[in-house]
């Protein structure tokens, strides 16, 4: 089965911390996606990256940055963590960028609350 | 304006009902459109993609009108399974791949 593995569960950190959050994807993908989920605003798109070392910038990326040293890692990383930055983390790969295909694989996600 | 617009629901019908949910777009160059199933404390998951001819897939079906910028999602004899929410999803324009995913609308099926 094809799996898209974010490395925490949850996650606690203190204000102004620098927090990592790992993904991993096992289906060769070359597209991946760092979301964030809220109640009332959805999923909004961070960073995503089309190949190793690429990285562009999603709707939000104010306080993040991302890695992709290899095909199949993505990391988000929060420079100082702020309160606000406590949310659902999701992690995403594709085949095809547009979602078509089989659509995005989403990881299980990591529950961040900073306080 | 949101880019994707949902009615947050929730929706409240007994199993064997046929419920449908609404989407609005506001880019008019999207051109791939999509619902996505999300569980209680879980990820997203793809259910169907919406074509412009329209698309079945056994007890579901999905829409698309271009013109008035709106997905539809369908569910025959709903099932205690189907209780979740549904996210409807487009891309963000004519050249861009983002996905742009609405806040979804929630389905409880009840016996």
């Known amino acids: 089965d094809v799996k898209v593995t974010q490395s925490s569960r949850y996650l606690v950190k203190r204000t102004g911390e620098k927090v990592f959050l790992e993904c991993v994807q096992d289906?060769?993908?070359?597209?991946m996606f760092w979301y964030r989920q809220d109640p009332g605003l959805g999923l909004r798109l961070i960073y995503f990256?089309?190949?190793?070392?690429?990285?562009e910038k999603g709707d939000i990326p104010e306080g993040y940055s991302v890695s992709r040293e290899k095909k199949e890692r993505f990391s988000l990383i929060l420079e100082s963590a702020s309160t606000n930055q406590t949310s659902m983390y999701l992690c995403?790969?594709?085949?095809?960028?547009?979602?078509?295909?089989?659509?995005?694989?989403f990881g299980s996600g990591t529950r961040l609350t900073v306080v | 304006r949101k880019e994707v617009e949902q009615d947050p629901g929730p929706f409240n019908v007994p199993e064997g009902a046929t419920v449908a949910f609404n989407c609005t777009y506001s880019?008019?160059?999207?051109?791939?459109f999509f619902w996505y199933r999300q569980d209680c404390r879980k990820e997203p998951k793809l259910l169907m993609s919406?074509?412009?001819s329209g698309n079945e897939d056994g007890r579901f079906t999905a829409q698309l009108n271009r013109a008035s910028q709106y997905i539809s999602l369908l569910i025959r004899d709903s099932k205690l399974s189907d209780s979740a929410t549904y996210l409807c999803?487009?891309?963000?324009?004519?050249?861009?791949?983002?996905?742009?995913f609405g806040s979804g609308t929630r389905l409880l099926v009840r016996p």
């Open positions: 995403a790969s594709s085949l095809y960028a547009g979602g078509q295909g089989n659509g995005y694989t």
């Open positions: 289906m060769d993908h070359e597209n």
């Open positions: 990256s089309y190949d190793v070392k690429m990285k």
């Open positions: 880019n008019s160059a999207s051109q791939s």
């Open positions: 919406v074509y412009s």
């Open positions: 999803v487009v891309t963000s324009g004519a050249s861009s791949y983002k996905l742009i």
